[in-house]
């Protein structure tokens, strides 16, 4: 009899942003203690899974030149173990169509391994549940289980431990994407000079930014935005304050960096003020691209028959 080769599996995981991100003291294991509020966006990756004689990697899109293709791939890993954890071989063709920036700030790395995930649970038909998943995305990176979850969520411990937190309304950014990436340990590193050469700002309490998500209120949330990587990320990339402040006079209402950087985000009050501030923005000679994005968004999901390619 023949064996019957199941289709292949596309599975569709977003880009987050941090809208608080405050980072401890550096603990033992040599990770920060920290304290963040994650959103997942509509700035995606396509992650397709397909039976194959070996574990390949293949990548089109967003920064496809800078990403490897073997196992220091997340997808590589996460294949890996997971076939491991079931006791199967990862003889699987791996294809990811990236939207999000490679090295980007955006966790688009963790947004892959995650998709990888669900994508070889629905190939490979196993019952694993959604928090079994979970503490396999931990062990691929502290910022995978968030783009399993999805939406928007607090994050403690090295960001891996979630919680989901309400946030009426959906919210509309701006993403200005830029030329070069940022490498997420040398951001960290300069955010552990900045501290031993002195002693810059912390982000404050979480608290407030909480009721303005509840409240589903743009204003609010803008002055709330804060993130303890940003000093790090503008000594590295001192071009980005031109950018920031470029965001503000299109009109946002207030820009970030993203995680540990480059993509600067800018919160806009509504979808027709996020399409203007990005057509100015791009005009602005003051970054690579522009994205117009919103959230919260779904975490990593299959899409039913696929996509088009
Ligand atoms: P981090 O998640 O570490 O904060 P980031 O969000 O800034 O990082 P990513 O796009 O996730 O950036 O990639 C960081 C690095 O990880 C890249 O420079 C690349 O070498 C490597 N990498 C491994 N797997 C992937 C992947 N599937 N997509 C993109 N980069 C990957």
């Known amino acids: 009899m023949l064996a ?8 569709r995981a977003p880009a987050k942003v941090n809208l608080h991100l405050a980072v401890g003291d550096v603990r033992p294991d040599g990770f920060h203690e920290l304290v963040t509020v994650f959103q ?78 669900v994508a070889l649970c629905a190939l490979w038909r196993l019952e694993l549940s959604r928090d079994e998943l979970g503490v396999l995305a931990a062990r691929l990176g502290s910022d995978v289980p968030f783009a399993l979850h999805g939406g928007t969520a607090m994050g403690t411990g090295r960001g891996e431990q979630l919680l989901p937190v309400l946030a009426r309304n959906t919210f509309h950014w701006v993403l200005a994407l830029a030329p070069e990436g940022l490498s997420t340990p040398a951001v960290y590193g300069e955010l552990d000079r900045l501290r031993a050469g002195g002693d810059p700002p912390r982000v404050g309490d979480v608290q407030p930014l909480m009721h303005a998500l509840t ?60 399409v203007r501030v990005g057509a100015e923005l791009a005009g602005a000679g003051v970054c690579r691209t522009v994205r117009v994005a919103s959230g919260p968004t779904p975490g990593a999901r299959v899409v039913p028959g696929g996509v088009e390619t």
Do not use: Y
């Open 215 to 274: 409240a589903g209120d743009p204003i609010a949330l803008a002055p709330l935005l804060a993130n303890d990587l940003q000093a790090a990320a503008l000594s590295l990339r001192p071009a980005l304050r031109r950018t920031l402040r470029a965001g503000t006079t299109a009109g946002a209402l207030a820009g970030i960096v993203s995680g540990s950087g480059p993509t600067c985000a800018f919160l806009c009050a509504d979808a027709d003020a996020a």
């Open 4 to 11: 019957v080769v199941p289709p292949p599996v596309t599975v």
């Open 40 to 117: 997942a966006l509509s700035l995606t990756d396509d992650v397709v899974v397909a039976p194959a004689d070996t574990l390949a990697v293949t990548v089109r899109g967003e920064g496809a030149s800078s990403v490897p293709l073997d196992h220091r791939n997340l997808v590589w890993q996460a294949a890996e173990l997971l076939a491991a954890e079931t006791g199967r071989e990862a003889a699987v063709a791996i294809s990811l169509a990236k939207g999000i920036p490679v090295a980007g700030g955006m966790a688009g790395g963790s947004a892959d391994a995650a998709a990888t995930l």
